[in-house]
């Protein structure tokens, strides 16, 4: 017997197989994608990718279930968010895999 996952259940998954999950994804949808290997020198709280196509722009912050962005995350989110036009950005986590899938699919 199947056992359903509860809603309360949080999904584990590390940052890294979520990232790759959101890189195939977003390959699947026809995106050119950018992850930053190392950020030693990049400003901090950029997020963790940009993906294009078309007139599209995505950024996307990527969290664990549990994990709270940084201050300077938050800063960079809401900066670009304001931006409009065909930029967008989030803040996405593992739970949010089949919206991702049809914000990608659009």
Not at 44 to 55: E, K, Q, S
Request: aromatic content about 10%; proline content about 4%.
């Amino acid at each position: 017997m199947k056992r359903q996952k509860l809603a309360s259940e949080v999904i584990k998954v590390s940052e890294r197989d979520f990232e790759r999950q959101v890189k195939d994804l977003s390959k699947l949808f026809g995106f050119l994608y950018y992850h930053t290997w190392r950020s030693i020198h990049s400003p901090a709280g950029f997020p963790d990718c940009t993906m294009v196509r078309g007139n599209r722009v995505i950024f996307a912050e990527l969290k664990s279930e549990k994990g709270e962005p940084s201050d300077k995350q938050l800063e960079w989110i809401n900066a670009l968010s304001d931006v409009g036009g065909n930029v967008e950005c989030y803040l996405w986590r593992p739970s949010n895999l089949e919206a991702i899938a049809e914000i990608l699919r659009q």
